[in-house]
């Protein structure tokens, strides 16, 4: 690619949702990395961070719902977890692909949706899952590191600052109570080659349900 590592992976108002779900889901031959539409989407190094969110996730067993398979492996260390259902949601078709052949091999009941099929209002996700999703004592963990990794290349250079500033109001916004915010810190040291991560920190939300 001829993209320097200061350019955003995104430019301004750039909309990929037209043509995301029939785009090839480029997985290079040592399936470390993974890209669509030329935008690099998960890369394998990230594997101790999607640990912990997996982990987040399925503390409290029972039905987990995950949004975006990619490189299965958050939705691997989830199966190794005892709890009762997995559902997978994933828009691109041929990861997709990749989740319904993963999905027959796994020890708990594994479902595959392109899209959240009971989704009658429109709404953003968070708030979905806040009021239609969660049960109270539910908990949602989540990342988006192109944007958290963006936004400690030019504005942050403190994760937890970071996050209260820029997440947090969305959180309240879409119902959940800020004491029900909490956050753990990883030390990772992202390769020089990765181009939406560069800080030092990961940073893990667990926001629990009233
Ligand atoms: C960063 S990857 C997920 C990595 C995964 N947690 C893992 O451990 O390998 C993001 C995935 O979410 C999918 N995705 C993005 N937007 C989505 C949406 N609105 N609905 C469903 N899947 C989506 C992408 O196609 C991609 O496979």
Same mark, same amino acid.
């Given at each position: 690619?001829?993209?320097s590592?200061?350019?955003?992976?995104?430019?301004?108002?750039e909309?990929?949702?037209?043509?995301?779900?029939?785009?090839?889901?480029?997985?290079?031959?040592?399936? *470390?990395?993974?890209?669509?539409?030329?935008k690099? &989407?998960?890369?394998?190094?990230?594997?101790?961070?999607?640990h912990?969110?997996? *982990?987040?996730?399925?503390?409290?067993?029972?039905?987990v719902?995950?949004?975006?398979?990619g490189?299965?492996?958050?939705a691997t260390k989830?199966?190794?977890?005892?709890? $009762?259902?997995?559902?997978?949601?994933e828009?691109?078709?041929?990861?997709?692909?990749?989740l319904?052949n993963?999905?027959?091999?796994q020890?708990h009941?594994?479902?595959?949706?392109t899209?959240?099929?009971?989704?009658?209002?429109?709404?953003t996700? *968070?708030?979905? %899952?806040?009021?239609?999703?969660?049960?109270?004592g539910?908990?949602?963990?989540?990342c988006?590191?192109?944007?958290?990794?963006?936004?400690?290349?030019?504005?942050?250079?403190?994760?937890? $600052?970071?996050?209260?500033?820029?997440q &947090?109001?969305?959180?309240?916004?879409?119902g959940?109570?800020?004491? $029900?915010?909490?956050?753990?810190?990883?030390?990772?040291?992202?390769?020089?080659?990765?181009k939406?991560?560069?800080?030092?920190?990961?940073? *893990?939300?667990t %926001? &629990?349900?009233?």
């Amino acid at each position: 690619s001829t993209m320097s590592a200061a350019e955003p992976i995104f430019s301004q108002g750039e909309d990929c949702k037209p043509g995301w779900t029939e785009a090839d889901a480029q997985y290079n031959e040592a399936d *470390t990395h993974l890209a669509i539409l030329g935008k690099p &989407v998960m890369e394998r190094w990230e594997t101790p961070y999607m640990h912990e969110l997996a *982990t987040a996730a399925a503390s409290r067993g029972g039905r987990v719902l995950e949004i975006g398979f990619g490189m299965a492996i958050a939705a691997t260390k989830i199966e190794s977890f005892p709890i $009762k259902e997995h559902w997978i949601i994933e828009c691109n078709d041929g990861v997709f692909q990749r989740l319904q052949n993963w999905a027959k091999e796994q020890p708990h009941k594994v479902f595959c949706m392109t899209r959240i099929h009971c989704l009658k209002k429109p709404g953003t996700l *968070t708030s979905l %899952i806040s009021s239609r999703l969660l049960k109270p004592g539910g908990v949602l963990t989540y990342c988006n590191l192109t944007s958290w990794g963006e936004l400690l290349k030019t504005k942050y250079d403190n994760i937890e $600052k970071m996050f209260q500033e820029t997440q &947090v109001p969305h959180l309240i916004q879409a119902g959940f109570k800020k004491e $029900k915010i909490t956050t753990t810190l990883l030390d990772i040291i992202p390769p020089e080659e990765c181009k939406y991560y560069a800080f030092c920190k990961m940073i *893990t939300p667990t %926001i &629990v349900k009233d």
